[in-house]
């Protein structure tokens, strides 16, 4: 079993739809948890991190962190054909290597 | 451009043939990781160093595979008598330091095809 687990997807929703992402974990020992956005062919780029439990908004963009069920999610709200793309989630216990889920591929239409 | 760069941004190679890799890291950025991502999966971690020193390796770098940083600057991979199963892509990515967190920054990763 992987450390990460993440629906590879792909999700598909219409523009301005609300889209959660999900990630679970099984390493008790994670404390940071981020969330990358891969488009084709390129590297990753972080859009947020969260430290321990609870949530962090940043423009559309809401992460949330659940340390006792060991689950965390991504919110992108009035999603935009910009956003499809491929989204990471990613955790460690700091200064160290990054653990990845799969990725999930998300598709919006106009 | 002050990212992350990586060079080759493609190499195909034949089976059994040597390659290498290089990362520019962000400059000031002490800290350097190497992962390889095959299609479909996310990033898996292969090797990190922090300044010159190689801290930590992964079971999944074999020792076909060796990563230096000399002078805590900019890092190698290659990778010696390549097989089928090296195909994949080779991402870089540098942290600053004093960031516990480790916000990795990306570069765009060399795709390898080992033919």
């Known amino acids: 079993q992987k450390e990460v687990e993440q629906d590879p997807g792909p999700l598909s929703v219409p523009e301005g739809a609300i889209v959660s992402l999900n990630c679970t974990y099984s390493?008790?020992?994670?404390?940071?948890f981020m969330w990358y956005r891969q488009y084709s062919r390129k590297g990753p780029e972080l859009l947020m991190y969260t430290y321990s439990s609870g949530n962090k908004e940043d423009g559309r963009f809401t992460a949330q962190v659940d340390k006792s069920s060991k689950y965390i999610s991504l919110f992108i709200r009035d999603s935009q054909p910009s956003d499809s793309a491929t989204y990471l989630c990613?955790?460690?216990?700091?200064?160290?290597?990054?653990?990845f889920g799969t990725g999930t591929r998300l598709l919006v239409s106009p | 451009d002050t990212g992350v760069s990586q060079d080759p941004r493609h190499k195909i190679t034949k089976r059994g043939q040597n390659v290498t890799f290089r990362c520019d890291p962000i400059?000031?950025?002490?800290?350097l990781y190497w992962y390889r991502q095959t299609l479909g999966q996310g990033p898996e971690f292969l090797t990190y160093?922090?300044?010159?020193?190689?801290?930590?390796k992964s079971r999944l770098l074999s020792d076909r595979f060796s990563a230096e940083r000399p002078k805590g600057s900019f890092s190698t991979l290659e990778i010696q008598r390549t097989e089928q199963g090296d195909s994949a892509m080779y991402l870089c990515?540098?942290?600053?330091?004093?960031?516990?967190?480790?916000?990795?920054?990306f570069g765009p990763g060399t795709r390898l095809t080992v033919l």
């Open positions: 400059s000031e950025h002490n800290r």
């Open positions: 390493n008790s020992a994670f404390q940071y």
């Open positions: 990515a540098s942290s600053p330091p004093g960031q516990i967190y480790n916000e990795q920054f």
């Open positions: 990613a955790m460690n216990t700091g200064f160290q290597k990054l653990v």
């Open positions: 160093f922090q300044n010159e020193a190689q801290l930590e």
